[in-house]
């Protein structure tokens, strides 16, 4: 059984930092490791869950436009743990933060959360003025 858990979530004033990780269980095979597609999705509250960031299996990444230049998305070399950097923090970036996976082989990094097929419980991310 894949599992995903997220971790690193907490409060920080704006302009602060925080780093999320989500690791990676349960899982087997060279396909998954390589071509499925992992991103890191929102849910602020009172509205739609949202991609911020995706990495593809060749380590291509895509970005949200409002993270740009301050997130960071990246895995570590065994391929089993996701982590989001995250700068410059607004409070608008304040929400229940998950990771995905999308094992679609062909998977594109889509912002879509209907492609993506496992997900975590998610970790809160508070940011205030």
Known sequence: QVQLKESGGGSVQSGGSLRLSCALSGYSGYIYSNYYCMGWFRQPPGKEREGVATIKGDGSTLYTDSVKGRFTVSRDNAKTTLNLQMNSLKPEDTALYYCAVDENIHCS????????DRWGQGTQVTVSS
């Open 109 to 116: 990094g889509s912002f879509s959360p209907r492609v993506y």
